[in-house]
């Protein structure tokens, strides 16, 4: 038997909408400025830039309904880390992804009206959308303003250090994105965690 639980209200689903377009603009426009060539551009270099600043201007944005959407409606609930615990729960979820979930082992931490994340997705939506997202923010922002950019840090460029944090962070929410897409097949069917973001419905056993 199935209970579908209605964990995506529509503006979450909106604001997941917008990010995940905005992210893969600013991917690919972000890796033709960084690898393209003149003779070979993936993207017209004038383009890519356009692009790439109106798309990191609207996820910027997005992102304060994020945060605003959690505080007004509840949805903060479901980040909130209890360090206690926590990393026995952390390897429980670990030792269930690398074995238990190959045996057709129960989730340890099944979807419920009060838990939406397991402890390992918690932590990494946790560092994903508190720490990485707004150290894209900052230093795209500081990129597309590079005057507010300090010029030298222990000798080093400014700029240089700040586009490299950027490219860094970038990267990390690629490796995020392939996680997160992987993960997001091993629902109760390999498409149900997708259909879930589209009508807002988990399918969850009983």
Do not use: C
């Not at 393209?36 to 692009?51: E, Q």
């Not at 994020?66 to 030792?95: D, E, H, P, W």
């Not at 996680?179 to 009983?206: C, Q, R, W």
């Amino acid at each position: 038997m199935t209970e579908k639980l209605y964990l995506y209200p529509i503006w979450l689903r909106i604001w997941h909408a917008i990010n995940a377009l905005m992210f893969l603009v600013l991917l690919v426009t972000g890796v033709s400025l960084q690898y393209s060539n003149i003779d070979f551009p993936l993207i017209r270099f004038d383009y890519a830039v356009t692009y790439h600043n109106i798309a990191g201007i609207i996820l910027s944005i997005n992102y304060l309904i994020f945060v605003l959407g959690n505080l007004t409606t509840g949805n903060a609930r479901f980040y909130k880390l209890k360090i206690k615990g926590l990393f026995q729960s952390l390897m429980k979820q670990a030792n269930y992804y690398m074995f238990g979930t190959f045996k057709g082992e129960e989730t340890p931490f099944p979807v419920n009206a009060d838990r939406k994340f397991n402890p390992l997705q918690k932590v990494a939506y946790v560092v994903t959308m508190y720490v990485f997202i707004p150290i894209m923010i900052i230093t795209g922002l500081a990129l597309l303003f590079p005057e507010t950019i300090v010029e030298n840090v222990f000798n080093l460029s400014g700029i240089y250090l700040t586009a490299l944090l950027h490219g860094i962070v970038s990267i990390m929410l690629l490796l995020f994105l392939v996680i997160h897409l992987y993960f997001s097949t091993m629902g109760k069917t390999p498409i149900s965690n997708f259909k879930s973001i589209v009508n807002g419905y988990h399918e969850a056993h009983d």
